[in-house]
């Protein structure tokens, strides 16, 4: 039996690892959203050059060792909340698709999200049951 996990990775910290960008520590028993894994696919087809392409395809397949998390009606229905909740605290701005989608699959999972991009701490303070956890 596989452990659960203990983090949610968003597509910036699998960024941050094919850039070389510098990342703190990551939980031992990771999942991600099958967002994540859209985000990073659209990043391999729009790649400019052959190098990046390969590059980047490696990224992908690395996140889908992860065992990808699907939407499900309840992860549609954290989101619609998470919506709801930023545009009453005024942050529907800094508030990406992608980024709620990935934030309502960690809270319906009660997973914190593991990133590097501060548009999560927005969503979090906005709707309290996000965690955030920033590497």
Partial sequence: MTAAPTGLLDTSVFIANETGRPLGE????????VITIGELRL???VAPDAERRARRAETLALARTADPVPISEAVM???AQIVADCRVAGVTRT???ADALIAAT????GL?????????DAIAA????L????V
């Fill in 26 to 33: 990551l939980p031992e028993r990771v999942a991600v959203s």
């Fill in 112 to 120: 914190p999200v593991v990133t590097q991009d501060e548009d999560f």
């Fill in 95 to 97: 508030v990406k698709l």
């Fill in 43 to 45: 990043g391999v087809l």
């Fill in 106 to 109: 960690a809270v319906e999972h």
């Fill in 131 to 134: 965690s955030v956890e920033r």
């Fill in 77 to 79: 229905a954290a989101w």
């Fill in 126 to 129: 906005a709707h309290p049951r």
